[in-house]
């Protein structure tokens, strides 16, 4: 049985670590100023009312399995699987794209065989120190917020002793097609906090602790996105960023700012720290819902297995970093074009966000219904978004081809599994239709 000894502390770093993620400050930047604007938007359409809704759906069913447990009280067992598979199979495609990008920041140029095991290695120590336990997996969720923190410190730092800026800032976003798409990347950048409600039957006192969490996780994740790429854009000028290279170029600017010249390795010290921190984080939390799924026959019972010494959904864990690490390797195919990154991510937004329209229906359900109009909102405008192509990509049809079809894999593979436990299972659970 898992063990309550969450408290608001280790809730409040576990959010902070799944939420924020260094990777999307480049990005950010690369965008203009105005995406600082574009933060406090996301924060106040998607972030609060996201941190609302979880907070009261994991009061209302404190166990494990979050969402999944949730969206199948309100609307079904079959809703129930189809939200999870989508969630956990957006995971799958995101562990492998962050690692080669975080991994790729933190140890510079090098060859594709070396940055392939350094990412297998950080994914499987991130995923292994949570399958030890959950106290032993804080450790490392811990470590990546300070060190996330840490970097951002550093660069408003660096940004003060800066003069002048590099870039002039105007409030408003500049609206082009071509960076359309980037917009969904901040609502996807704004969420994480539905992660905390997955870990519901480990938190002490949910009642409690979870809007507290809630809150001062979603306030202070806005002042590190907003803070952090303005500081980025006084040191370097916006068209200049790289959204793949840009945490290094901001660590050679900051190195030169504070005359330390040592800063960029400790840039890339703090990334990779800050990713392993977000690896266990999210895979610790997302191994929760198979484990719930187990536990209710719709996918095989191994799954719903608590490991006897360490109390951790083992099989759960080891499943997703056996997917992530296939698809990484198969990633290493062909060449690793931006269009191919861009790909990558706008379906990881595409698949991740239609589990949101379920939970924000539980919003409406549990009787919070602005913050079930704001998210849905928002949700909407990210999918629509994430299928507008970005400058990088040329040939439009073949991107839009691999986005319905990607997605559409995701909704009959569910589908699928679901039926065969379904029939398998009668006795147990009604089957959709």
Sequence with gaps: MLRRTLRTREITFFALACIIGTRWIPA??????????????????????????????????????????????????????????????????????????????????????????????AIWLALGV??????????????????????????????????????????????????????????????????????????????????????????????????????????????????????????????????????????AALVFVSAVGQFGGLGSSVSRMPFAAGVDGLLPAAFGKVHPRWNTPHVSILALGLLASALLVLMQIGDTVRAAYDTIVSLMVIVGFIPFVYIFGSAWKAGHRLSAISGWGVTLLAILCACVPPGGVTQVWIFEGKLAVGTGVGILSAWAIYRRKAVASSSKVIAPG
């Design 28 to 121: 950010a930047a690369h965008a203009g100023p105005g995406a600082i604007l574009l933060w406090c938007l996301g924060a106040l359409g998607l972030s609060l009312p996201l941190a609302i809704a979880v907070a009261a759906l994991t009061v209302r069913h404190p166990q494990a399995g979050g969402m999944y447990i949730w969206t199948r009280h309100d609307f079904g067992p079959w809703h129930g699987f189809l939200c999870f598979w989508l969630y956990w199979m957006s995971i799958v495609v995101w562990l492998p794209g962050a690692a080669m990008f975080y991994i790729g920041t933190a140890i510079g140029p090098t060859g594709r065989a070396s940055l392939l095991i350094v990412c297998l290695a």
């Design 130 to 267: 949570n399958i030890l336990g959950v106290r032993t997996g804080q450790l490392t969720v811990d470590l990546g917020a300070a060190a996330s923190w840490l970097l951002a410190i550093v660069l408003v730092i660096a940004a003060l002793r800066h003069h002048p800026s590099a870039t002039s800032f105007h409030v408003l976003p500049d609206f082009n097609w071509n960076t359309v798409s980037f917009w969904s990347a901040i609502a996807f950048a704004m969420s994480g906090m539905e992660l905390v409600g997955l870990m519901g039957a480990e938190v002490r006192d949910p009642k409690r602790t979870l809007p507290r969490a809630a809150w001062i996780s979603s306030l202070v994740t806005v002042a590190f996105y907003a803070g952090a790429t303005a500081a980025v854009l006084v040191l370097l000028p916006a068209d200049k960023v790289s959204e793949l290279d840009g945490l290094n170029q901001a660590g050679h600017a900051a190195g030169i700012a504070l005359g330390l010249p040592w800063l960029p390795s400790a840039f």
